[in-house]
Each structure stands twice: as structure tokens, then as C-alpha cells.
T-cell receptor, first 114, second 110 residues
Framework: ETGVTQTPRHLVMGMTNKKSLKCEQHLGHNAMYWYKQSAKKPLELMFVYSLEERVENNSVPSRFSPECPNSSHLFLHLHTLQPEDSALYLC?????????????FGNGTRLTVT | QKEVEQNSGPLSVPEGAIASLNCTYSDRGSQSFFWYRQYSGKSPELIMSIYSNGDKEDGRFTAQLNKASQYVSLLIRDSQPSDSATYLCAVSGGYQKVTFGTGTKLQVIP
């Protein structure tokens, strides 16, 4: 596989469930990101990892917990979510977090919280 | 609050016409500017990047940047129905914290 791969593509979960989103990049990039995309709102940066270290946490509620075990994999652990957390969650990677290199996005996970 | 402003549209143009998409940004320290295209139900994909004042052309696409006016635009020549999508303007201040606009929906009418 090439590019950035996200699984699952769709996820429906109750407010008391625990689930995880997975992202894998095959581009040799050093930086990985989680973005949230809600209707009528701009893409919101949630977390940035550079060489497996978290360099940005954009005031995201603790019910979202990221994990980056290596430079190719990124997870977003979800627990006790709220209905307003329903959105498209996009993973992205870039060459590194300092240079003005563009973002490469995965296909996203469409999350619905019931 | 750093902001990127775009007209949400939809912007409707006939096939073969020039589509002009505009974006303004608030952070004068911004250094990198990107245009992403997002088809319905798909993820954003980069179509243009521009870093200095002036025009940058790539095929049917031209990006224009005016840092003094804090304005960046995207022109699509000979618009095709396949260009129908939402176009996201993105701005970065050097450190890879990219701020996105809400996007402009473009409809190319056959």
C-alpha cells in the first residue's frame, strides 16, 4: 500500500464505548497529525507528532487520547464520547513538522456517536 | 485568533470558463500557502502550494499570492465538470500548524 491509510472507514459507537482509530503512512514522513472535520467548520488540528513525540495538543478534551508508537503509525483512542464528537477524523503526514511541506491525508474515519 | 476566510459558495461557472477562488488570512507572519481540493466524501488532496508573492502556474491552475494584502487566490482555467469540488485554502506560519478555511464549493456546469 502507498500513501496514508486509515481504518476503519466508518465507525458508530455509543457514548460509553471505547474504540480506536488507526493510521499508517508509507511515505517515510516524520510528522503525523490528527484533524477533525465537522460540517460547515474548518479543519481543526487536534494533535501533531514529530518523530513519535507529541509536539502539539490543541486543547483537545481528554476523551481523545493519541498514541504514536513509531513514525509510521498513529492511533486515536476514543472513550466516553459525546454526540457533538461525530465528525470526519482525518490523519495526515508530512515530511517533518518544521518545513513548509504539504500535508498528505488519509481517507478519513467517519465517526458517529449515538 | 488566526483566521483564514473563504466564501463558502457555491461558485457556479460554465464548463470552459475560468473559476476564481479567493482567500484572505489574518496572520501577517504566514509563510506557506496551500490549496487543497476535496471531493464529496473524500479527503483533501494538495493541488497547489505557493511561498512567495506573485503567480505560480501548474497546468490549468494558477495560484496568486499578495502578502501585503494578505490575499491568496486560485484560478482554474478551462474549468471541467471534474473540477467540481470544495477547495480549501490553508495557511502556515512556518511551524507546521496549518490553519484551514471553511472551503469554497465549486460547481462547473456542463
Amino acid at each position: 500500500e502507498t500513501g496514508v491509510t486509515q481504518t476503519p472507514r466508518h465507525l458508530v459507537m455509543g457514548m460509553t464505548n471505547k474504540k480506536s482509530l488507526k493510521c499508517e503512512q508509507h511515505l517515510g514522513h516524520n510528522a503525523m497529525y490528527w484533524y477533525k472535520q465537522s460540517a460547515k467548520k474548518p479543519l481543526e488540528l487536534m494533535f501533531v507528532y514529530s518523530l513519535e513525540e507529541r509536539v502539539e495538543n490543541n486543547s483537545v478534551p481528554s476523551r481523545f487520547s493519541p498514541e504514536c508508537p513509531n513514525s509510521s503509525h498513529l492511533f486515536l483512542h476514543l472513550h466516553t464520547l459525546q454526540p457533538e464528537d461525530s465528525a470526519l477524523y482525518l490523519c495526515a503526514s508530512s515530511q517533518d513538522e518544521l518545513s513548509p511541506s504539504p500535508l498528505h491525508f488519509g481517507n478519513g474515519t467517519r465517526l458517529t456517536v449515538t | 485568533q488566526k483566521e483564514v476566510e473563504q466564501n463558502s459558495g457555491p461558485l457556479s461557472v460554465p464548463e470552459g470558463a475560468i473559476a476564481s477562488l479567493n482567500c484572505t488570512y489574518s496572520d501577517r507572519g504566514s509563510q506557506s500557502f496551500f490549496w487543497y481540493r476535496q471531493y464529496s466524501g473524500k479527503s483533501p488532496e494538495l493541488i497547489m502550494s505557493i511561498y512567495s508573492n506573485g503567480d505560480k502556474e501548474d497546468g490549468r491552475f494558477t495560484a496568486q499570492l499578495n502578502k501585503a494584502s494578505q490575499y491568496v487566490s486560485l484560478l482554474i482555467r478551462d474549468s471541467q465538470p471534474s473540477d467540481s469540488a470544495t477547495y480549501l485554502c490553508a495557511v502556515s506560519g512556518g511551524y507546521q500548524k496549518v490553519t484551514f478555511g471553511t472551503g469554497t464549493k465549486l460547481q462547473v456546469i456542463p
